[in-house]
């Protein structure tokens, strides 16, 4: 196989899953465009400028990735002809991979190999966080930010209400893991206060709806809790992710973001649950005083 293309990987092995999607994603620019795309640059010139691509390579990606039925090309202007490129379900298929190969290259590759639900301050990760201040949070379904206003969303790896099956076997073991509930009950018990400067509370995790449901249910939450199954708001932010139990899951964090759904602040990492909604009132205060 050598100096064979990506295309080529196809025929490899026509029953092999693997080998079949790498013939359509196994390229180093490519999973690099469906990550741009999924972080909301739609414009030929915008991807082109974040990922420093030759127009000729960024041309080739666009119009193989269209032929799989990855992305698809919408046209918004007519004159001169103009097309912005969004990911197809089938292209939003590939967002839990692109969180697992993030997942693993933040272990693995950029650390130690230990699982950890926190991140050092100091970190990559932590950096690529706290770059997020200035960007807009992307229009998704469900949609946290719903309503007007300014609102605090945080992030929290999962929790359940006593006797249901959620956590899997060593979730306590796991640095920062723990403490989602009392995270949720700190933010309701100053809610009115965050209600009083201005701010709507959400609360964010990839657990399914009807899980967050039942917890809110419990914990006499008067704000909502929303599922980022589909990892579609994990993707487009590139947020900060363990693995456990076989699944994606949220390291903490919390952002404040502006009525116009850009980040103004960003909290993480987040060492301190119940400290960190402290530390997020007095960021609405300062920022709506």
């Given at each position: 196989?050598?100096?064979?293309?990506?295309?080529?990987?196809?025929?490899?092995?026509?029953?092999?899953?693997?080998?079949?999607?790498?013939?359509?994603?196994?390229?180093?620019?490519?999973?690099?465009?469906?990550?741009?795309?999924?972080?909301?640059?739609?414009?030929?010139?915008?991807?082109?400028?974040?990922?420093?691509?030759?127009?000729?390579?960024?041309?080739?990606?666009?119009?193989?990735?269209?032929?799989?039925?990855?992305v698809?090309?919408?046209?918004?202007?007519?004159?001169?002809?103009?097309?912005?490129?969004?990911?197809?379900?089938?292209?939003?298929?590939?967002?839990?991979?692109?969180?697992?190969?993030?997942?693993?290259g933040?272990?693995?590759?950029?650390?130690?190999?230990?699982?950890?639900?926190?991140?050092?301050?100091?970190?990559?990760?932590?950096?690529r966080?706290?770059?997020?201040?200035?960007?807009a949070?992307?229009?998704?379904?469900?949609?946290?930010?719903?309503?007007?206003?300014?609102?605090?969303?945080?992030?929290?790896?999962?929790?359940?209400?006593?006797?249901?099956?959620?956590?899997?076997?060593g979730w306590?073991?796991?640095?920062?893991?723990?403490?989602?509930?009392?995270?949720a009950?700190?933010?309701?018990?100053?809610?009115a206060?965050?209600r009083?400067?201005?701010?709507?509370?959400v609360?964010?995790?990839?657990?399914?709806?009807?899980?967050?449901?039942?917890?809110?249910?419990?914990?006499?939450?008067?704000?909502?809790?929303?599922?980022?199954?589909?990892?579609?708001?994990?993707?487009?932010?590139?947020?900060?992710?363990?693995?456990?139990?076989?699944e994606?899951r949220?390291?903490?964090?919390?952002?404040?973001?502006?009525?116009?759904?850009?980040?103004?602040?960003?909290?993480?990492?987040?060492?301190?649950?119940?400290?960190?909604?402290?530390?997020?009132?007095?960021?609405?205060?300062?920022a709506?005083?």
């Amino acid at each position: 196989m050598k100096g064979a293309s990506v295309r080529d990987v196809e025929a490899v092995d026509p029953d092999c899953a693997i080998a079949q999607a790498l013939g359509v994603v196994g390229d180093w620019w490519t999973l690099l465009v469906i990550r741009d795309v999924a972080g909301g640059l739609h414009w030929f010139d915008a991807l082109r400028a974040d990922l420093g691509i030759s127009r000729k390579v960024l041309a080739e990606r666009l119009r193989a990735l269209e032929s799989d039925g990855v992305v698809e090309r919408r046209q918004y202007s007519a004159r001169p002809p103009r097309f912005e490129y969004h990911l197809t379900e089938k292209g939003r298929g590939l967002l839990p991979v692109l969180v697992a190969l993030q997942d693993w290259g933040t272990r693995y590759v950029l650390g130690d190999g230990s699982l950890d639900a926190s991140s050092a301050p100091d970190s990559g990760e932590a950096r690529r966080a706290q770059g997020l201040v200035g960007r807009a949070v992307p229009q998704l379904r469900p949609d946290p930010l719903a309503h007007a206003g300014s609102t605090v969303v945080y992030f929290f790896p999962g929790a359940a209400p006593p006797g249901t099956r959620f956590y899997p076997p060593g979730w306590g073991d796991i640095p920062g893991a723990a403490g989602c509930t009392l995270e949720a009950t700190t933010f309701r018990d100053a809610y009115a206060e965050f209600r009083d400067a201005g701010a709507q509370v959400v609360g964010v995790s990839t657990q399914r709806q009807d899980q967050l449901d039942a917890l809110a249910d419990h914990l006499g939450l008067p704000f909502p809790l929303v599922s980022d199954e589909r990892l579609d708001l994990a993707a487009a932010l590139r947020l900060p992710t363990f693995r456990a139990g076989g699944e994606s899951r949220f390291k903490r964090l919390t952002m404040l973001v502006g009525p116009d759904r850009v980040i103004r602040e960003v909290l993480f990492p987040v060492t301190d649950p119940a400290g960190t909604v402290k530390d997020a009132l007095d960021l609405v205060r300062t920022a709506t005083g």
